[in-house]
Structures are given as structure tokens and as C-alpha cells.
T-cell receptor, first 113, second 115 residues
Framework: GNSVTQMEGPVTLSEEAFLTINCTYT??????LFWYVQYPGEGLQLLLK?????DKGSNKGFEATYRKETTSFHLEKGSVQVSDSAVYFC????????????FGSGTRLQVQP | ETGVTQTPRHLVMGMTNKKSLKCEQH?????MYWYKQSAKKPLELMFV???????ENNSVPSRFSPECPNSSHLFLHLHTLQPEDSALYLC??????????????FGPGTRLLVL
């Protein structure tokens, strides 16, 4: 079956540090890949997505590249801010017609001033 | 209102109560979803409705009963819940196409506590 594995948190960084949150997946076919972010007390917001190999999703300074050869979709940001503190979820949608997203367990990011 | 809204945002109920969660999407989508988010567990898909028909039910206990009266509204009726049902219940919507589903957009969730 499908699965998404994320690094366990919490990840604690100082403001302006470089961020990487690892995500690897197992899926049949050619999944679409997503990063969602959940701020405290809120629901999930789509951060970025990529629908085919070598695509790069980007938004708000965050980037992730769809790497089929390593089945990875790592999230990166060059300089984090306190306002980036949240839980980040990697997810996949595995084939056309499949409506469910498979989520990773989430990685909590804490950015200190 | 824009996006996906959920009410109530917080709910405390006893095990013998009956309550309902409401979700409304203002995005013109044709598919809606219920997810359960428990502490330290990945999000779990509970129900999927596409064009107001239930298309997936991931072995959810019968004490959870969904209802989708139209493409903009989704309810989750709750009765005789257990304390382990305490969680954040998230609603989402997307636009289904012949090629598959597009991105899902989530509401803020209902934080449920069962005593």
C-alpha cells in the first residue's frame, strides 16, 4: 500500500536558519505530492505541490522537488522566520480517480527568535 | 465566507449525547471529505462524497454517520461516542475530474472532546 514517511520532530531552529524536512514515499504509479502546513489551532493549508517527476513546487519561500529516483519530496526553506512555526505534513495522491490523500505523521517546526 | 468553513470549532459531549458537525465549502467543488486527526497519528480518511454520493467509507464505526445533502454541505452525525473518539475532525473539498481529484482544501476543524 501507499505510505509517506517524514522525519520526526520537533525540529527547532533559530530565525534565519536553513530548513530541511525530509519526506519519502511508497506508492504505485506516479503520485502527486503535496506539502500541507497546520498553524496552531487551525486546519491544514496547502503549501505547495508537484504532480510529476522533477517538478519543483514553491510557495512563500518554501520549495520541494519531486525526485522519482529517490522517491522523495523534501521541503526546504533558505531562511525561516518565527511565523513559520507550525506542523508540516507531506502527502500523496497516488493515481487518477483515487480521491484519498495518504499523509505522513507530520513534523513540528519551532523557530526561535 | 470563503474557502471551507466548519462549525462548531469546539465541542464537548458526553458518551450518550447526539451532536452534529457541519462543513460548508464555498469553492464550487464537487467532492467533500471527513478526516480524523488524533494526537501522534497520521490523518485518517473517514468518508468521501463525490457528487453527493458516498464513494469511500474507510471502515468507520457506525456511531459516525455522514450526510451530504448537496455539493456544498457535509455533516457528520455523532452518537454514543467513546472517549477515544476525541480528536480534531477536519473537512476538506476538491474538484473531481475524469482524470482524478485536484488539490484538497481543508477547513479549520472541529476539536471534539468526549467525556
Amino acid at each position: 500500500g501507499n505510505s509517506v514517511t517524514q522525519m520526526e520532530g520537533p525540529v527547532t531552529l533559530s530565525e534565519e536558519a536553513f530548513l530541511t524536512i525530509n519526506c519519502t514515499y511508497t506508492a504505485t504509479g506516479y503520485p502527486s505530492l503535496f506539502w500541507y502546513v497546520q498553524y496552531p489551532g487551525e486546519g491544514l493549508q496547502l503549501l505547495l505541490k508537484a504532480t510529476k517527476a522533477d517538478d519543483k513546487g514553491s510557495n512563500k519561500g518554501f520549495e520541494a522537488t519531486y525526485r522519482k529516483e529517490t522517491t522523495s519530496f523534501h521541503l526546504e526553506k533558505g531562511s525561516v522566520q518565527v511565523s513559520d512555526s507550525a506542523v508540516y505534513f507531506c502527502a500523496l495522491s497516488d493515481r487518477p480517480g483515487r480521491r484519498a490523500l495518504t499523509f505522513g505523521s507530520g513534523t513540528r517546526l519551532q523557530v526561535q527568535p | 465566507e470563503t474557502g471551507v468553513t466548519q462549525t462548531p470549532r469546539h465541542l464537548v459531549m458526553g458518551m450518550t449525547n447526539k451532536k452534529s458537525l457541519k462543513c460548508e465549502q464555498h469553492l464550487g467543488h464537487n467532492a467533500m471529505y471527513w478526516y480524523k486527526q488524533s494526537a501522534k497519528k497520521p490523518l485518517e480518511l473517514m468518508f468521501v462524497y463525490s457528487l453527493e454520493e458516498r464513494v469511500e467509507n474507510n471502515s468507520v464505526p457506525s456511531r459516525f454517520s455522514p450526510e451530504c445533502p448537496n455539493s456544498s454541505h457535509l455533516f457528520l452525525h455523532l452518537h454514543t461516542l467513546q472517549p477515544e473518539d476525541s480528536a480534531l475532525y477536519l473537512c476538506a473539498s476538491s474538484q473531481d475530474t475524469p482524470g482524478g481529484s485536484e488539490t484538497q482544501y481543508f477547513g479549520p476543524g472541529t476539536r471534539l472532546l468526549v467525556l
